[in-house]
């Protein structure tokens, strides 16, 4: 099964320091989205790819916030100069533009703990 | 704007009772409608989906109406068991082009033997 992948899994970092996350979609899904989950909350949308164009940005995105998909396949999320208000799950999921409903797909997640 | 509203948790049941998660949205148009779920830790996976008024999505004994009159789509089934106790999200994706996902906050589930 070649479900989302998303690493690392866990990531401890000091404020003020720049993180990357890597999201691995689910082969041939052309849309990749970003989500941001704080304990007790339910996801909130930050982005999403279709292939490689970045379609629609939150303003939950703040400037220091940054994802690419540059190949259309993997994506990653960089988070510059980090503050403790940025730990959370951060969640990728993927899906097929052509399906009907377009149903997103998610990844175990990223759990980001900025100290 | 769009928003789903779930009921709080948690939710405390004995194995084989009947279970209710209520969930209710606001938005424009005809959005598609889902439940996803979370065991502890694991990801979220889709659970259900319904993508017009009427339409019944069914899994796992777990079924919810997509009611557009009442803009309600409450989970229900009929006889939990212990390995369901898990943390359920209700979610909407807006009709219009628009693919993002709005969740509830999440209702948790616990199941006692």
């Known amino acids: 099964d070649t479900g989302v992948s998303q690493d690392p899994r866990h990531k401890i970092t000091k404020r003020g320091q720049n993180v990357t996350f890597r999201c691995d979609p689910i082969s041939e899904h052309n849309r990749l989205y970003w989500y941001r989950q704080t304990l007790g909350q339910g996801p909130e949308f930050l982005t999403y790819f279709q292939n490689e164009a970045q379609l629609e940005k939150s303003r939950l995105l703040s400037d220091r916030f940054s994802a690419e998909r540059p190949k259309g396949s993997f994506s990653t999320l960089e988070i510059q100069r980090t503050e403790q208000g940025d730990s959370a799950m951060y969640l990728c999921?993927?899906?097929?533009?052509?399906?009907?409903?377009?149903?997103?797909?998610f990844g175990p997640g990223t759990r980001l703990t900025v100290l | 704007g769009n928003s789903v509203t779930q009921m709080e948790g948690p939710v405390t049941l004995s194995e084989e009772a009947f279970l209710t998660i209520n969930c209710t949205y606001t938005?424009?148009?005809?959005?598609?409608l889902f439940w996803y779920v979370q065991y502890p830790g694991e990801g979220l996976q889709l659970l259900l989906k319904?993508?017009?008024?009427?339409d019944k999505g069914s899994n796992k004994g777990f079924e919810a109406t997509y009611r557009k009159e009442t803009t309600s789509f409450h989970l229900e089934k009929g006889s939990v068991q212990v390995s369901d106790s898990a943390v359920y999200f209700c979610a909407l994706r807006s009709s219009g082009g628009y693919n993002k996902l709005i969740f509830g906050a999440g209702t948790r589930l616990a199941v006692h033997p």
């Open positions: 999921a993927s899906s097929l533009v052509d399906e009907s409903t377009d149903t997103q797909y």
């Open positions: 319904a993508t017009k008024a009427d």
């Open positions: 938005a424009t148009g005809y959005p598609s």
